[in-house]
Every structure is written in C-alpha cells, then in structure tokens.
C-alpha cells in the first residue's frame, strides 16, 4: 500500500512569492494534518483537517492556509514568502480524529526561500 | 514555551547494548504520547505509543515507559543495533486535539560497532 505522498519534493522560491504544497494521504485515512520543521527543532503543528473541515490550527499567521479535498488530499498554501519559512513541511494522515491515533507522515517537500 | 523537551541532542552508544532517550514534558493535559524515528531526507516514522492510563508498553526491542507524576518518558532499545542510528523524536498530544503533535526537538541517536 502506498504511503503519505507529498509533491513536490523540494522547491526554491522568493520572498514574497506564494507556494502551494501538497500531500495525498494513505487510502481510507480521512485526516490530514500539516506540520513545519525548521532545521535544528521538532515538527510544529500548523493545521488538521478530517472529513474536509479544519478541526485545529497552530500559531502561525494568516499567511499560512489549507484545505481538503472530497477525496481528503490536501493543499497547504503560503502566501508573501518570508525567509523564514524555509523549512520541511510534513503531512501526515490518520483513520480518525481521537486519541490514540497514529499519525503515518509523508516524506516531506524541503521549501528554500531566498 | 517548549512543552516537549528532549534535553540530549545526541547519545551514542555501542551496539548490542541499551539505548535510552528521555522525554519531559509540562503540560499535564497531555494524555497520549508517540515515539518517532527520523531518518535524513524522510518523513518520521512511528515507532511506539502509550496512553495516560498506562506505564509501559513493549513492542519488540522498544519500551515506552511513563512516569506521569515527574512529567517524564523514556525509551529503551535492547538491544541496539546500527540500523537504529536516526533522531528520535518524542511528541505528545491531549484529548479533543489526537491529530496535534507537540513534538520535542529530537535525539540522534548514534549506534557504535
């Protein structure tokens, strides 16, 4: 069975620019949830969606958007690209939305903002 | 306001012998905590969990064990093996909010021939 995939793999951009990042989770998993990992640190949590609605957000700016798909893939949107939003950006999926469930992470795409 | 803390940035140890990482988090809301391995240019891969309700739990070469009282987890590897050389990251989540990991910065863990 596939795993979480995620496109595309690595990505350079500019500041200011918008970048759109996506992830398909694996079959019959219905949430979707976004993480950043800024080298050096641990993912942080940035958005979850289960059955197409955000059901969680992290502290990050306005900047930082997502959505769901009626086939639960999902799209994590960044607008006015800062350096500092160079980072791995996971996604990771899950059956359900309680706990004890295992979140199964994709590889990641490597942002560069210059 | 770290919540996750993993106070080793690295332990290295020989293999066949244990592997022990530590864990320590603040928020006594969290009830569930996971263990992940991280291999370089891959995502984090689960290793091991275990719930409020318990103080251990076993699969294979890991156990997870939970002291809930001094806000600490720890998990052992016996015996380790070089294939096992990752970061290790612990996270840890609260009822109501499963899918939103707090995630400690990491271990790399580095097993010796």
């Known amino acids: 069975d596939a795993g979480v995939t995620q496109s595309p793999t690595h990505l350079i951009k500019t500041r200011g620019q918008h970048v759109t990042l996506r992830c398909s989770p694996i079959?019959?998993?219905?949430?979707v949830s976004w993480y950043q990992q800024v080298l050096g640190q641990g993912p942080q949590f940035i958005f979850q969606y289960y059955e197409k609605e955000e059901r969680g957000r992290g502290n990050f700016p306005d900047r930082f958007s997502a959505r769901q798909f009626p086939n639960y893939s999902s799209e994590l949107n960044v607008n006015a690209l800062l350096l500092g939003d160079s980072a791995l950006y996971l996604c990771a999926s899950s059956w359900g939305d309680w706990t004890s469930e295992t979140q199964y992470f994709g590889p990641g795409t490597r942002l560069l903002v210059l | 306001d770290q919540q996750v803390k993993q106070n080793s940035p690295s332990l290295s140890v020989q293999e066949g012998r244990i592997s022990i990482l530590n864990c320590d988090y603040t928020?006594?809301?969290?009830?569930?905590f996971l263990w992940y391995k991280k291999y370089p240019a891959e995502g984090p891969t689960f290793l091991i969990s275990i719930s409020s309700i318990k103080d251990k739990n076993e699969d294979g070469r890991f156990t997870v064990f939970l002291n809930k009282s001094a806000k600490h987890l720890s998990l052992h590897i016996v015996p380790s093996q070089p294939g096992d050389s990752a970061v290790y990251f612990c996270a840890a989540s609260e009822t109501g909010t499963a899918s939103k990991l707090t995630f400690g910065t990491g271990t790399r863990l580095q097993v010796t021939l």
């Open positions: 928020n006594s809301m969290f009830d569930y």
């Open positions: 079959s019959g998993h219905k949430s």
